[in-house]
């Protein structure tokens, strides 16, 4: 990172602290979402989703599907139902349009983890830090995916999947089950890794510091406007500025 890029990340820093009684950040576990952080998966969930919902005669493009990612499929499918229909989808048509979804998702190529998300794990290992998965997603095959491609990274008691949740992203409610996964930490103890507007929401609804990686096609404006703390374009990027951001972070904390 240049001096200006620690600049800024400091100022969100001190801008966080300020929101937030003042708490610097004493890290812990870092929370990270899946699907465009670490998969790159989206463009498969977004064709998915698009084609799906055509075939039940509602209109869904893949540029909104990028708008709607993080929440549950459940919440999605409900409001482009809602939008047409003025009333909530039947409960059955919900489960089978998601079942659908789910296996055209399953019947595309494998998606590829994200470049850089491996080497980001490694190096918080290394310091000791604990990973935990928060996501919205119910995509069994995938949540079987990342135990066997990131060894040793996850396991059940520190991920929280759509199974977990009742209200799912933006709701607070993952991010919250995510801090209690990670060991009963406070807000000011982890930092979120979301790609999404709808993941931003809900890490800066939980009180946790936000980075976003904008792994899609939306600009890093809409990730800014929905309140991440930090943007950055890519996961590698991430992994390269890990740790002067780490060193920014200790900087600050020890200067409170
Ligand atoms: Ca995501």
């Known amino acids: 990172m240049n001096n200006?890029?620690?600049?800024?990340?400091?100022?969100?820093?001190?801008?966080?602290?300020g929101a937030h009684g003042g708490a610097c950040i004493r890290l812990k576990a870092v929370l990270f979402d899946m699907d465009g952080v670490m998969y790159n998966s989206m463009p498969y969930h977004t064709a998915a989703w698009h084609t799906v919902m055509e075939r039940h005669g509602l209109h869904l493009s893949r540029g909104e599907a990028y708008l709607?990612?993080?929440?549950?499929?459940?919440?999605?499918?409900?409001?482009?139902?809602?939008?047409?229909?003025?009333?909530?989808?039947p409960q059955e048509l919900i489960e089978s349009i998601y079942a659908e979804k789910c296996g055209i998702f399953s019947s595309f190529p494998e998606p590829d983890a994200m470049p850089g998300a491996w080497e980001l794990l490694q190096q918080l290992r290394a310091e000791g830090i604990v990973p935990v998965l928060v996501t919205g997603s119910g995509q069994k095959t995938m949540l079987k995916r990342i135990l066997a491609d990131y060894p040793g990274m996850f396991d059940s008691a520190h991920m929280v999947t759509a199974f977990d949740v009742?209200?799912?992203?933006?709701?607070?409610?993952?991010?919250?089950?995510?801090?209690?996964?990670?060991?009963?930490?406070?807000?000011?103890?982890?930092?979120?890794?979301e790609n999404a507007p709808i993941g931003v929401e809900a890490g800066v609804a939980a009180g946790v510091f936000?980075?976003?990686?904008?792994?899609?096609?939306?600009?890093?404006?809409?990730?800014?406007?929905?309140?991440?703390?930090?943007?950055?374009?890519s996961m590698p990027a991430l992994c390269e500025a890990w740790k002067s951001l780490r060193q920014t972070m200790e900087e600050e904390r020890c200067a409170r």
């Open 4 to 17: 200006e890029e620690t600049g800024r990340f400091r100022a969100a820093l001190r801008r966080y602290a």
């Open 68 to 89: 709607h990612e993080g929440r549950t499929g459940a919440a999605t499918i409900n409001i482009v139902y809602r939008r047409q229909n003025g009333k909530d989808a």
């Open 166 to 193: 009742k209200y799912g992203k933006p709701h607070p409610e993952p991010y919250l089950m995510g801090l209690v996964k990670a060991g009963g930490l406070q807000p000011n103890e982890a930092v979120v890794v």
């Open 210 to 233: 936000t980075i976003a990686v904008n792994t899609g096609p939306l600009e890093a404006r809409v990730l800014r406007e929905a309140g991440a703390d930090y943007v950055l374009p």
